[in-house]
């Protein structure tokens, strides 16, 4: 596990200590530095998400959906049948298109209609998602998309980031202090910008050697946390 920091920017704003419609006070006038730091923290995705369906053709629209519904239950069975809970497989398209001839000067014809059906499949074992891809192939699937990869339960990576941040943050403001000929008195206010849920990672698949599963590699996230932090500087 390994973290990066990174600092984006900071400004010194002197700042009164009392506004005149508050009346006369003793407190001293104070300096207010603002520091913008990220966090970062980097995970191994744990969870992989793929699109797998059936495209079929046929010279009827009834023969395209039978045929694809066919190989499509052929399909969702593999998926079961490798261990994939039926939480973790849903629709996510179901499609019949006619197929048209077109000549000039003539109106399109159709010559037939092809039919589509999609499913959603997460994959909580990043390391049998080739298995299973070779698995849904064998069983009649001609059209895979992703595997799009993440961490599951980011939580505490991004916790991570975000103790990483405030900790730059102060280090930052030391140093900007110290250059001053001041020092940090206190935190006057922290605000978290922008946390960085991950982009998924899109590897690309390679194709399967025989007697080898399709190799997916999960790679590595980045989980990031930006803050803005206010100092009262002395």
Request: aromatic share 2%.
């Amino acid at each position: 596990m390994r973290h990066a920091l990174l600092i984006a920017m900071a400004s010194l704003v002197p700042v009164a200590g009392a506004s005149a419609a508050e009346g006369p006070t003793t407190a001293p006038n104070w300096t207010r530095l603002d520091v913008v730091a990220t966090g970062e923290a980097h995970r191994a995705p744990d969870v992989a998400t793929i699109s797998a369906g059936v495209v079929t053709q046929g010279a009827r629209a009834s023969q395209a959906m039978a045929d694809n519904a066919k190989r499509m239950t052929a399909t969702i069975a593999a998926l079961k049948q490798a261990g994939i809970a039926a939480r973790d497989i849903q629709t996510s398209a179901l499609r019949l298109t006619p197929q048209y001839r077109y000549a000039d000067g003539q109106a399109p014809v159709i010559t037939g209609y092809e039919a589509a059906n999609q499913v959603s499949v997460r994959f909580r074992d990043v390391a049998r998602a080739g298995t299973v891809l070779d698995a849904l192939v064998a069983a009649g699937a001609n059209q895979i998309n992703g595997p799009n990869l993440e961490v599951d339960k980011p939580e505490a990576a991004l916790d991570e980031a975000r103790t990483q941040a405030i900790a730059a943050a102060r280090a930052r403001a030391e140093l900007y202090a110290k250059a001053a000929g001041l020092h940090v008195k206190r935190i006057v206010q922290i605000a978290e910008t922008g946390s960085g849920d991950p982009a998924p990672i899109r590897p690309m698949m390679m194709a399967a050697r025989k007697a080898d599963a399709t190799p997916i590699e999960p790679g590595e996230q980045t989980l990031s946390v930006n803050v803005q932090v206010t100092f009262e500087l002395e």
